[in-house]
C-alpha cells in the first residue's frame, strides 16, 4: 500500500508541474522578448510542455521540453520590437489547448488524492484485523 500511495504522490507532483506549465504559457503568451543568462533577447517566448516519464519502480517523472518554436507575426509598427514591415512575433500559445491541459491535469489531481485516500483507508482495515 505505501507502493500506491508513492506512486500517487508521484503523479501529484506530475500534475502540479502540467497545471503551472501551463499557467506559466499563459501568462506569457504576449511577450515578445525574453531574457537569456540576465540579458534580453528580442525573441518571442518559446512555449514549454511538460511529458510524463514513467519509472521502473513505479510513478511517474516529469520532463520539460520545448514546445514548436514556430511563433505568430502580428502587424504593430508601433511596437520596439517591430521588424522593417511592422511585423511582431508572438508565441504560439493555444489558449483553449492550455486550458484543457489544466482541467485534465486538476481531473489526474483529484484522482491521485483518491488513490491516496483508498490506499489509507485499506491500510487502516489491516490493522484493524490485525488487532
Known amino acids: 500500500m505505501i507502493s500506491a500511495i508513492n506512486t500517487a504522490l508521484s503523479g501529484l507532483n506530475a500534475a502540479s508541474r502540467r497545471l503551472e506549465n501551463s499557467a506559466n504559457n499563459i501568462a506569457n503568451q504576449f511577450s515578445t522578448s525574453t531574457s537569456l543568462n540576465g540579458q ?5 517566448y518559446t512555449p514549454q510542455q511538460i511529458k510524463q516519464v ?3 519502480a513505479g510513478g ?9 518554436p514556430a511563433s505568430v507575426s502580428y502587424f504593430d509598427p508601433s511596437n520596439p520590437q ?3 514591415q511592422g511585423l511582431v512575433a508572438f508565441p504560439n500559445v493555444d489558449t483553449a489547448q492550455e486550458l484543457i ?3 485534465v491535469a486538476a481531473y489526474d489531481f483529484k484522482a491521485n488524492l483518491k488513490t491516496i485516500e483508498t490506499a489509507n483507508k485499506m491500510q487502516q482495515k489491516l490493522l484493524d484485523i490485525i488487532s
Do not use: I, M, S, Y
Open 40 to 44: 534580453r533577447v528580442d525573441k518571442p
Open 54 to 56: 514513467t519509472l521502473e
Open 60 to 68: 511517474v517523472a516529469t520532463v520539460t521540453t520545448d514546445k514548436d
Open 82 to 84: 517591430a521588424n522593417e
Open 101 to 103: 491541459g489544466q482541467q
